[in-house]
Antibody, heavy 120, light 106 residues
């Protein structure tokens, strides 16, 4: 069965960096893109962008250009999200989501989310 | 960016029908999808392509619409359906989500 298992919660100080992972299993990792979605506490879902798991090419939504980096460890079927120079407003749960396509793109499987807390 | 507008909350009695709307600021054709998010959990895909039921999802859930106006229905509502429901479009980059509709039981 398809699973996306993300790394554990993180507590960081402003200015630090964090790297969270999303390990996929149950399907061919390089056949489907991986997306990242942010959810601030008590708020809705915000799409951050995606990474082509075949080529490794990332695409970022405008609000996530600069401090955010999507990367892969394809041999380990793992997608990573790194956030540098953390700010208080980065406090959120970050989800990875597997893309599926059937005339349009949607997210058929999600990771359990990683809570990142940024606090001095 | 395409803005998706959802009403913030809906209260429905058990066994009744719940209807949630999502209006897009421009046409997304049928590239509209619906997710359920229960408290403390990750979102779950329910409907894709406006009206297609995702695998394993009960037939109590359905979706309709195209262009700018979409409807998501639960009929009948069960206690386990308490959650926030999000619409999401993938017609244009950036993909966007609605603000979510919180389903409450009367």
């Amino acid at each position: 069965q398809i699973q996306l298992v993300q790394s554990g919660p993180e507590l960081k100080k402003p200015g630090e960096s964090v790297k969270i992972s999303c390990k996929a299993s149950g399907y061919t990792f390089t056949d489907y893109a991986m997306h990242w979605v942010k959810q601030a506490p008590g708020k809705g879902l915000k799409w951050m962008g995606w990474i082509n798991t075949y080529t490794g090419k990332p695409t970022y939504a405008d609000d996530f250009k600069g401090r955010f980096v999507f990367s892969l460890e394809a041999s380990a079927s793992t997608a990573n999200l790194q956030i540098s120079n953390l700010k208080n407003e980065d406090t959120a749960t970050y989800f990875c989501a597997k893309e599926e396509e059937d005339n349009s793109y949607y997210f058929d499987y999600w990771g359990q989310g990683v809570m990142v807390t940024v606090s001095s | 960016d395409i803005v998706l507008t959802q009403s913030p909350a809906l209260a429905v009695s058990l066994g009744q029908r719940a209807t949630i709307s999502c209006r897009a600021s421009e046409s997304v054709r049928s590239s509209m999808h619906w997710y359920q998010q229960k408290s403390g959990q990750q979102p779950k895909l329910l409907i894709y392509g406006a009206s297609n039921l995702a695998s394993g999802v009960p037939a109590r859930f359905s979706g309709s619409g195209s262009g700018t106006d979409f409807t998501f229905t639960i009929d009948p509502v069960e206690a386990d359906d308490i959650a926030t429901y999000y619409c999401q479009q993938s017609r244009n980059d950036p993909f966007t989500f609605g603000s979510g509709t919180k389903l409450e039981i009367k």
